[in-house]
């Protein structure tokens, strides 16, 4: 009974202490998600700037490659007013990648006028300007706010500008698909002097922008296409293929939990139900996206944190069963080093995907893991990986069934896969454009995560389980128990090869009678295992 005791407090602390991080996971990344201002990557803004405020990004939008025999150009369109009246008018910049970064460098400028005049000293020259510049062959400024009910006064074309909306841009790259910088700033230039100087007044201006890829003019655009930035396109049809996916693996591990109550079994359905549920919300959020451009943010934030839940108890699952828990020992040796490495692991994954949220600028073509702490995860994963090994190579090494030793050399080649995948892709994706690189990662990130799944679910299916599985039951039986817990290690009490037809000429008691050796002994040294039957 001694050993049940241990067995169930085992089951206890590990459900606690998941419990215990499922919550601080949730608390951190809500409170300091919700403490922060964080740019949404939406294709429909609304909202309100002070000009007082100076300067505000909006949004960093790619647009795709033009196809000079499809309207898929580029648009920017919308509407941009203000309550009361303005003796000057602040400026609506939408710059490439080319433009736009000395011009964001210089918005920190302490003298305003002057950060106006740096802020603008490359555009100035290239710019379309009425008044100043009328040979500019850019048009990437509006005067900002237009006035009520009418089109924006510096549109060179507004027969081109949709019915009640009051300016439009319209991007055409016939090379490449290209990011661009919308923002909106407190600048205005003096149309006597053709200078870039401060708008000292204040005003509430009030927004309401849309960002498509296809001509907002004609139907039929694709719709997982047509609001998602070119970064960003493609991901439902990803979302949709995995979803499909675990639709088939989750019932089918349902009904094996069902089938089999065991600890291991549970615990691995409860990380596929997380990541499931993960799966769904980010799904139901791309597919509203594609409706009004918006989505649901928080679906998608909660999203995330289920996916963080579930590959950190998968981690922690590949943990225990590399340690032999429930299949060759039923004593979980080490348990402090084992729950605090994986606290570890989820605390520095929770940190890693709320810096990425919060503190990473959203100019920087980077991704998560070019941040420190993405290097910081990565090089964890690592140190967890090599002990993830050598804890599997010392289970093995004591372990004489050839059904467990089968179990563990599947097991060990699909979780050491499932270790190396994401320091390699990380490498990888460093030479990838900001382009494609988000959809590298997510497809691959998915495709593995999926994979380790369904070997697992293989692995653990209970037709083939109860062959290495300790405790596969519900009814323990005590005594058996105490004899396991007896011994170092759960060995064989029979030889596994009945491939090998046992030779008539040899005494039948060399096959049939195993004793356990004699511990009085003296012959025999003090630090041998009595537990392994020998030969007589």
């Not at 949404?40 to 007082?52: M, Q």
């Not at 922008?209 to 004609?218: A, L, Y």
């Not at 520095?348 to 100019?363: A, F, K, P, R, S």
């Not at 080649?413 to 270790?419: M, R």
């Amino acid at each position: 009974m001694a050993s049940v005791a241990r067995m169930l407090t085992l089951n206890v602390n590990c459900r606690f202490s998941i419990f215990r991080h499922l919550s601080f996971v949730f608390i951190v990344i809500l409170f300091t998600l919700g403490s922060q201002n964080y740019f949404a990557e939406t294709a429909h803004l609304s909202g309100t700037w002070n000009t007082r405020e100076f300067y505000r990004f909006l949004i960093k939008f790619g647009f795709q490659k033009t196809d000079i025999h499809q309207e898929n150009d580029g648009y920017i369109y919308g509407n941009v007013t203000a309550k009361g009246n303005l003796n000057q008018k602040a400026t609506l910049a939408v710059l490439d990648r080319g433009y736009f970064l000395e011009y964001y460098g210089n918005r920190t400028v302490a003298n305003k006028s002057k950060a106006c005049a740096l802020m603008f000293d490359k555009i100035k020259t290239t710019a379309y300007d009425s008044v100043c510049f009328d040979t500019g062959e850019l048009d990437f400024l509006r005067k900002i706010p237009c006035t009520k009910g009418k089109i924006c006064e510096d549109e060179d074309k507004p027969a081109f500008v949709l019915p009640n909306y009051q300016f439009m841009y319209r991007i055409r790259d016939i090379r490449q698909p290209r990011f661009w910088y919308i923002s909106m700033v407190a600048c205005y230039r003096d149309p006597k002097t053709c200078k870039w100087k401060h708008l000292d007044e204040e005003a509430e201006i009030d927004y309401d922008i849309w960002f498509v890829n296809g001509n907002p003019n004609v139907s039929g655009n694709n719709p997982v296409l047509y609001q998602f930035s070119f970064d960003q396109q493609d991901t439902v049809e990803l979302y949709l293929v995995f979803f499909l996916c675990y639709v088939v693996l989750v019932p089918l591990q349902l009904y094996a939990a069902l089938q089999q109550r065991h600890p291991v079994t549970r615990l691995f359905t409860v990380s596929l139900l997380m990541e499931f549920i993960g799966l769904v919300f980010n799904l139901f959020h791309v597919l509203k996206f594609a409706i009004d451009g918006v989505g649901f943010e928080q679906v998608a934030v909660a999203g995330d944190v289920f996916d963080i839940l579930s590959r950190t108890t998968l981690m922690l699952l590949l943990l225990l069963l590399a340690k032999g828990w429930a299949i060759t020992r039923l004593e979980l040796t080490h348990k402090p080093l084992v729950f605090t490495i994986w606290f570890i692991y989820g605390v520095v994954h929770v940190l890693l995907y709320v810096w990425n949220m919060t503190e990473v600028d959203i100019i920087e073509d980077i991704d998560e893991y070019q941040t420190w702490p993405g290097w910081l995860i990565l090089i964890l994963r690592w140190v967890i990986m090599i002990w993830f090994l050598l804890e599997l190579r010392n289970t093995m090494y004591y372990e004489h069934n050839v059904h467990k030793l089968h179990f563990f050399l599947h097991f060990g080649a699909s979780a050491l896969v499932w270790f190396i995948y994401l320091p390699i892709i990380a490498l990888i994706a460093l030479r990838v454009s900001a382009l494609w690189r988000f959809k590298l990662l997510l497809g691959i990130t998915y495709s593995a995560d999926c994979l380790a799944y369904c070997v697992m679910t293989h692995l653990l299916w209970p037709t083939r389980s109860e062959q290495y599985f300790l405790l596969a039951n519900e009814t323990f039986h005590a005594d058996e128990l105490d004899e396991f817990n007896e011994s170092p290690h759960v060995v064989n009490t029979y030889r596994m090869n009945s491939e090998e037809p046992p030779d008539l000429s040899d005494s039948a008691s060399n096959y049939n009678n195993y004793t356990s050796v004699n511990s009085n002994n003296s012959n025999i040294d003090d630090d041998a295992d009595y537990s392994k039957p020998i030969l007589t």
